[in-house]
């Protein structure tokens, strides 16, 4: 997974020692025109074709047994091994380098090849799901399918809501002039957008990017112009981004409908392996916790001297750093970091550097934003950054070494064991930020930096946990108000946004009317209903096993590097469950917002003894 925020790019000094930081993807291929990568598809091509003949049609005739139903599982994972490897090696030469032609021409390539060999596989998937619940329960009752058992309950868990085969066939076919067309447009319509910022007497013609990026100015009045900009931006789209809006989330309650799910939010729960009465725990609970949002804004106003917070000082940063971290300065935190926890997991981490599994540079025609790739199972991963030496890039190093570290443990599992669902995929990214977030600040003696360096991470995990709980709170509004009352206007759906939003800050920061409008360029209200919580899951779940850390001591270590190694091999609730954390529990998400109250409290002791947060201080303004 990438940050969920894509940081805006800015130019800064080039790090000599970061410039010569790129992969070497030896470990997949040799080149782009590696003769063996032909050889893997042709290979895949002809194992798929024969897996077609040899089973098709034999587990819907209820012919396999245990033993069988292994081999054909064992057999699909070994052709998936071979495709998603020139896969994962097309998309890291590609995202490393989008501007030579070879890369784009072998990504393609590859892609439509995958969709030819994928049409022999599909019916294995189809077959299985449709097995009646008494015959799939006693296939997965037999030992021989163990290390797949949870891999095939999975894909059985949406088997109650599909339609037959031809139904499935035409809403497929109907959905790419439908929902994903849709999908495009609004897309295209933002990818097109400029937004026009008028600041010191100048104008300027903003992407949707830039202009979001200008609202983390320390400048208010560079702040100010951008969020102008963006509302008059969005007003000017607002008939077409509203329409799709009401047809997406109309869409979206007929595929329910059809399907019988009982709620909108149904299918991303299943998806997730969760259910609705976790979620709205989960949901309560944040908003419970809002409260402690209101406390901090009104020390953050303090801190910058305002009278009033509007919704455009949100991002505010309280100082500006210029200094730039070098790259082995960085390595050394975050390995640092990492072996003060287990030695282990920075052995593991190390490997990244030593073997250049890491590709840190920017580069023109670079992809931007950071992610790490699992690849395969018989690799490693790989990690793609685009490092510029401030503090944000150096906890992004860690985040992406977290989940490095993360999919490295759970090779182990095979492919198809050891990816998670959602809500727990970020949980060693954001557990290895932690970490390299605690060491800093404890080097850091001077209070007034090191409450910048507290207030950083406390804003980062309030948009983590309760703006996307928020969203998922305005998302639920929407879909509801859609099937009663019909197509909705611009204003109603604003009226519904605010709502959301109004409580996360009590009377600590004034939402302009301004604001109304901004729910318009939110990309996962489009792509993927209901997406948010699972944000909100993440990182209240890694607070709370953070907390666990520091109560329990090096104790806690092995469980929780067992927790990363079991991958996806079973539900998230039954590998916590395993080292003792009961998801489930009523009380469950309280632990995590403890940390964060803690952080504020911690915030304003530090406030009060680097004698920032005087009014007499006049900040910016
Ligand atoms: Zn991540």
């Known amino acids: 997974m990438a940050q969920i925020a894509m940081q805006e790019e800015t130019t800064t000094e080039a790090d000599p020692a970061v410039a010569e930081i790129a992969w070497d993807l030896g470990d997949l291929y040799a080149a782009v025109d590696d003769p063996q990568i032909a050889q893997d598809l042709d290979t895949a091509a002809a194992r798929a074709a024969a897996f077609d003949a040899h089973y098709r049609g034999r587990l819907a005739a209820g012919e396999m047994d245990g033993n069988e139903l292994h081999a054909a599982v064992l057999e699909l994972e070994v052709i998936s091994e071979l495709l998603t490897r020139v896969l994962s090696y097309a998309h890291l030469l590609f995202a490393a380098d989008t501007i030579t032609p070879a890369h784009g021409a072998l990504l393609s390539a590859c892609q439509e090849r995958l969709t030819a060999i994928n049409k022999h596989l599909l019916f294995f998937d189809l077959e299985w799901a449709a097995r009646d619940e008494a015959d799939a329960s006693a296939l997965l009752a037999d030992p021989a399918i163990a290390p797949y058992r949870h891999h095939l309950r999975k894909a059985r868990a949406d088997a109650p809501y599909r339609l037959s085969e031809p139904e499935e066939l035409l809403l497929d076919e109907k959905s790419n002039t439908g929902n994903r067309a849709f999908a495009r447009l609004f897309d295209e319509i933002l990818a097109d957008a400029r937004f026009t910022v008028t600041s010191d007497g100048s104008r300027?013609?903003?992407?949707?990017?830039?202009?979001?990026?200008?609202?983390?100015?320390?400048?208010?009045?560079?702040?100010?112009?951008?969020?102008?900009?963006?509302?008059?931006?969005?007003?000017?789209?607002?008939?077409?981004?509203?329409?799709i809006f009401n047809t997406l989330v109309l869409d979206h309650g007929v595929d329910c409908r059809l399907r019988r799910y009982p709620d909108v939010m149904t299918?991303?729960?299943?998806?997730?392996?969760?259910?609705?009465?976790?979620?709205?725990?989960?949901?309560?609970?944040?908003?419970?916790?809002?409260?402690?949002?209101?406390?901090?804004?009104?020390?953050?106003?303090?801190?910058?001297?305002?009278?009033?917070?509007?919704?455009?000082?949100?991002?505010?940063?309280?100082?500006?750093?210029?200094?730039?971290?070098?790259?082995?300065?960085?390595?050394?935190?975050?390995?640092?970091?990492?072996?003060?926890?287990?030695?282990?997991?920075?052995?593991i981490?190390?490997?990244?550097?030593?073997?250049?599994?890491?590709?840190?540079?920017?580069?023109?025609?670079?992809?931007?934003?950071?992610?790490?790739?699992?690849?395969?199972?018989?690799?490693?991963?790989?990690?793609?950054?685009?490092?510029?030496?401030?503090?944000?890039?150096?906890?992004?190093?860690?985040?992406?070494?977290?989940?490095?570290v993360h999919q490295y443990l759970a090779r182990d599992r095979g492919l198809f064991a050891s990816d998670t669902p959602l809500t727990t995929a970020e949980t060693a990214s954001v557990f290895g930020e932690m970490l390299v977030f605690q060491s800093l600040k404890e080097e850091i003696a001077d209070p007034a930096q090191r409450l910048t360096l507290l207030c950083a991470k406390i804003e980062d995990s309030f948009a983590t946990v309760f703006r996307q709980a928020i969203m998922s709170r305005f998302e639920q509004s929407l879909h509801k108000a859609r099937a009663e009352e019909g197509e909705l206007t611009a204003d109603r759906?604003?009226?519904?946004?605010?709502?959301?939003?109004?409580?996360?800050?009590?009377?600590?920061?004034?939402?302009?009317?301004?604001?109304?409008?901004?729910?318009?360029?939110?990309?996962?209200?489009?792509?993927?209903?209901?997406?948010?919580?699972?944000?909100?899951?993440?990182?209240?779940?890694?607070?709370?096993?953070?907390?666990?850390?520091?109560a329990e001591g090096d104790t806690f270590v092995p469980a929780y590097l067992d927790l990363l190694a079991a991958g996806g091999s079973a539900p998230p609730a039954e590998l916590l469950a395993r080292m003792g954390i009961e998801i489930t529990a009523d009380d469950f998400w309280q632990g995590g917002l403890a940390v964060l109250t803690r952080m504020v409290d911690e915030a304003e002791s530090l406030a009060e003894t680097a004698g920032v947060a005087t009014p007499a201080n006049s900040g910016r303004g």
């Not at 963006?230 to 000017?236: F, N, P, R």
């Not at 025609?365 to 395969?376: D, I, L, M």
């Open 267 to 347: 299918p991303r729960h299943l998806a997730n392996e969760t259910d609705g009465p976790a979620v709205e725990a989960l949901l309560s609970a944040c908003e419970a916790g809002l409260p402690t949002v209101a406390r901090y804004y009104r020390l953050k106003r303090r801190l910058l001297g305002l009278d009033e917070l509007f919704d455009y000082d949100r991002y505010a940063p309280l100082a500006e750093t210029s200094d730039v971290i070098p790259w082995p300065r960085a390595q050394e935190l975050v390995l640092g970091a990492y072996r003060r926890f287990s030695l282990r997991m920075a052995t």
């Open 349 to 404: 981490a190390a490997q990244f550097f030593a073997h250049r599994w890491i590709d840190a540079a920017t580069r023109p025609g670079k992809r931007g934003g950071a992610f790490c790739a699992s690849t395969v199972p018989s690799a490693h991963p790989y990690v793609l950054l685009n490092y510029q030496g401030r503090p944000r890039d150096v906890q992004t190093l860690a985040h992406e070494l977290g989940h490095g």
């Open 204 to 243: 300027r013609e903003l992407s949707e990017e830039e202009v979001l990026a200008r609202l983390h100015s320390p400048d208010r009045t560079t702040r100010k112009a951008a969020a102008a900009g963006l509302t008059a931006g969005l007003v000017e789209r607002r008939r077409p981004l509203t329409f």
């Open 493 to 550: 759906i604003g009226e519904l946004w605010l709502a959301a939003n109004r409580p996360m800050f009590g009377d600590a920061l004034t939402l302009t009317d301004d604001y109304r409008h901004w729910w318009m360029y939110i990309p996962h209200f489009i792509h993927s209903p209901f997406y948010t919580y699972a944000y909100s899951f993440g990182e209240l779940l890694v607070l709370a096993l953070y907390e666990k850390y520091r």
